[in-house]
Structure formats: C-alpha cells, structure tokens
C-alpha cells in the first residue's frame, strides 16, 4: 500500500507505546487514525494530542479479548471513517512466570496477545476483502515470536501463533490474488509501559503496579523508531519487520539448530 495519504489506520493498543507510535507516525504521514484501546483516560489524552497535532483522529474503548467488542469497534471504525485500510492489531500484555505457572496468568496472556489478534483480524478483514482496495494488516508479534525467552512463556506462545498465523494469512492473500498485505512486527526492546501492563488485569489495582522500564538498554528503541520501519514496511508490502536485527540472526542460528539436532538457542538481548 505505496500510497498512504487520506486512508485510514486502526491500531489497538493505541493510546501508548508502539500504538501510539503508530498513531503519531501515520498521522504524520497523512492517514486517519481509529485508536482502540482499554485504558479510557489514556486513550483520551492520545486523541487530544494527535488532534492538536492536525490528525483526523477517532477512539473506542475495546477490550480485545472480548470478539463482540471488536466487532463494535470495527462497526465504528467504518461508521466514522467509512471504511479501514490499515490494521494494526497491536495490544499486548505480559506476565512473568514459568512455563508450569500460574493457570490464570497464562489465559490472561493468550486472550490478549493471541485471541486479541485473531479478533481484530476477524471483524476487520472481510470488511476490507469485500471493499475490493488496498489494504494492508500489520500484526505485532515479538522477537519472542521467533525464539524462545525464558520466563515469559505464555508471552513467547502468544507470539509464536502470531507469527504463524501472519504467514498462514499472507498465503492465504497470495493464493487469492488480494490486494491487501501483511506484515508481522517482531521487535526487541523497545521503550513502551509493557512491563507494568498488569496494570490492565481484571481485579488489579493500577496504582500497586511499578512502572518498570528498559532505562538505559542498549537495544532500546523508541515506538516512533520502530512505526517508521512499519510504515516503510507498509508501503513496500514487506512481510517479516525485525526493528533489531540481531534477533533475525538468532532465529537463524535456532533454526540451524533444528536442521543439526542441536539444542535451542538461547535469546540474547543487548543490555
């Protein structure tokens, strides 16, 4: 989708971090903006701000695990702009335990960080198939979709089918002739809020949660960084986004590994 200008991008996970990335660097590039999000005094204060900037920008309060809720976002996307050529299904929790961990910390992750995706892509892409132009869908995986971090292994599932189901969804693109494209982010560190995001679990009190960040990481990118790879991405309908190209070079090396029988390669982030 060469030509951005006048259309419309959706982004869930707006109102921060890389959704909000997105928002600033695309409305910057033209587009309209339709922020989905479940933090309401957040997404306010993002719509205020992209609106001082000039944006076309409209908001909904969406819980992504919810698929009639994406649905009614969807219904109002298209209400206020009258159609969506970007989607971006970009809202993302994790929490940290081990793989025999908490039964309610890994559904609490796989709703959001899977069944989000799939229910963006759900409510949004037979509307964008049957308006017949193009169009283009950007998933957000993770590096921990490609390899296997230790700690965060509800994350590291989530992420993995969000990679894979991105692919299963450009074949199935290509053996249509569709116009519509796809990508899959699958950034490092970069600098969001993702590390107090149970800020946002069901029956959490926000303001017990730390608002632990990456200060300092040496890897450490901005979300407008990582929305202007995305947005080139967009244009020049790339599939794989890796903003760190060091974890495209360990994907490789775990998938030597597989060919040789070795043991798998373990992530290594730039501190």
């Known amino acids: 989708m060469e030509n951005v200008d006048g259309r419309v991008a959706v982004i869930t996970g707006g109102a921060s971090g890389i959704g909000l990335g997105f928002a600033r660097t695309f409305g910057a590039a033209g587009m309209k903006i339709m922020l989905g999000d479940i933090e309401e005094a957040s997404l306010a204060t993002a719509a205020a701000e992209l609106s001082g900037s000039g944006y076309d920008v409209g908001t909904f309060v969406v819980d992504v695990t919810d ?32 793989v025999w961990g908490s039964l309610e910390d890994w559904k609490w992750v796989i709703d959001v960080d899977m069944w989000g995706v799939i229910h963006g892509m759900h409510s949004f892409i037979p509307r964008m198939r049957e308006a017949g132009g193009p169009g283009h869908i950007v998933n957000t995986a ?30 199935e693109f290509a053996m249509e002739g569709s116009p519509l494209g796809v990508s899959v982010l699958c950034p490092g560190v970069v600098d969001t809020q993702i590390n107090s995001s149970t800020r946002n679990r ?22 407008e960084q990582v929305a202007e790879v995305v947005l080139a991405a967009v244009r020049e309908r790339q599939f794989w986004i890796l903003p760190h190209e060091h974890y495209g070079e360990q994907a490789l090396a775990n998938a030597q590994g597989r060919i040789e029988k070795s043991d798998p390669v373990m992530p290594r982030v730039n501190r």
């Open 67 to 98: 698929a009639a809720a994406v649905d009614a976002f969807a219904d109002a996307t298209y209400a206020q702009f009258g159609g969506a050529h970007l989607l971006c299904n970009n809202a993302g929790v994790v929490e940290r335990h081990d």
């Open 142 to 171: 993770s590096t921990a979709g490609l390899l296997g971090f230790p700690g965060i292994s509800s994350y590291v599932a989530a992420k993995h089918a969000v990679v894979g189901m991105s692919q299963s969804l450009f074949h």
């Open 202 to 223: 069901p029956g959490v009190d926000p303001s017990t949660v730390d608002d632990n960040k990456f200060e300092g990481w040496q890897e450490l990118l901005t979300p």
